[in-house]
């Protein structure tokens, strides 16, 4: 029974918990891509650098907090910053909106040609974003670091394995759920948001019933740009903010989208659980489970890993191709890539 119990905190400490925190920051990228898809019916590439620019922001101003003393105590002074960032972030997005992409949707230029363009914009925008914080990790985290230590834990329960809860992994989930909670009930309550959700059901109907589509395009964008930047903080606080992991990043919150169905919400939340899921189980090494799941003569010798963790995001891609190939409308049945 003292292995079994070991064997799940091994379990939960190295799989679970990691998947549950990694899975609602893709959810909130994912939801971010999905929005644009089914609103303004591109795929927008330019998320993941997004992403980063709105982390960026918030980076910015939560050390300039840290400077003059300014912090939350036990918990993250980025979450103080978080609202500067967003709206940072908000004005770059209706900057590149106004300046980019408005051009081409007065043109009535096919979602190809918007895909390539966000491709341009993605470009430009991670190079804006390396040369004004630098190509490097940058680590921007204070506060307590675990809300459950390992050793505290193995004192308390008598385990051998003891469980390690990161604080931002904590912050990670509860904040994706409030944001959830929240666009739901923006999309589902507020008037603004059953006019995204018509002009995203039938742009004509929506235009005749008197819709003003820039308006919806600026919402949309808006929340695009809230979404991102609580994405991209919560991956820096949990990791560390390198510029171009977030350019990487495009892959899984992709796969996230489209294996939920891209355009359905519920979706993009349920892909970013699988794709975290697959990810981590097929890239982590079983030998410390089965160790005490397995009677002696059969335990491991090797690691029992599937795959190298430099693999990770080609468990992404994998999947990916499987749902493009025999279910491209997703989970949930969404719009058809």
């Not at 799940?8 to 990691?18: G, Q, R, T």
Request: glycine content about 10%; proline content about 4%.
């Amino acid at each position: 029974m003292i292995d079994f119990l070991n064997a799940i905190v091994a379990l939960s400490n190295f799989v679970i918990v990691p998947a549950i925190a990694y899975g609602s920051q893709l959810a909130l990228g994912a939801l971010g891509v999905t929005l644009i898809y089914g609103i303004l019916r591109f795929s927008n590439f330019a998320h993941g650098d997004t992403m980063a620019a709105g982390a960026m922001f918030t980076i910015f101003v939560t050390w300039w907090m840290q400077s003059v003393g300014i912090n939350l105590g036990p918990l993250p002074t980025a979450l103080l910053a978080l609202p500067f960032g967003i709206l940072g972030c908000m004005l770059l997005v209706l900057f590149t909106d106004r300046f980019v992409y408005r051009f081409y949707r007065e043109q009535k230029a096919k979602p190809v040609i918007l895909v390539i363009v966000s491709m341009g914009v993605m470009f430009i925008m991670n190079g804006l974003v390396r040369f004004a914080i630098g190509p490097g990790e940058q680590r921007f985290s204070d506060g307590e670091r675990f809300i459950i230590n390992a050793r505290e834990f193995k004192e308390m329960t008598g385990l051998r394995e003891g469980l390690a809860i990161k604080t931002s992994q904590g912050i990670t989930v509860i904040t994706a759920i409030i944001v959830v909670v929240l666009l739901f009930w923006f999309l589902n309550r507020t008037r603004t948001g059953k006019s995204m959700r018509a002009y995203s059901d039938n742009e004509d109907l929506a235009l005749l019933s008197g819709i003003n589509p820039e308006r919806v395009v600026m919402y949309t964008w808006l929340i695009v740009a809230a979404l991102a930047t609580t994405a991209g903080v919560l991956y820096g606080l949990d990791k560390s903010f390198k510029a171009f992991t977030y350019f990487q990043l495009l892959l899984p919150i992709f796969a996230s989208a489209i294996v939920g169905g891209l355009g359905s919400p519920i979706g993009a939340i349920a892909g970013g659980f699988v794709i975290a899921f697959s990810e981590i189980t097929i890239t982590y090494a079983w030998k410390k489970v089965l160790v005490y799941l397995m009677p002696d003569a059969l335990e491991p010798s090797g690691l029992v890993q599937l795959l190298s963790t430099d693999y990770k995001f080609a468990v992404s891609f994998v999947i990916l191709l499987i749902v493009l190939l025999f279910k491209p409308t997703g989970l949930f049945s969404g719009k058809a890539v």
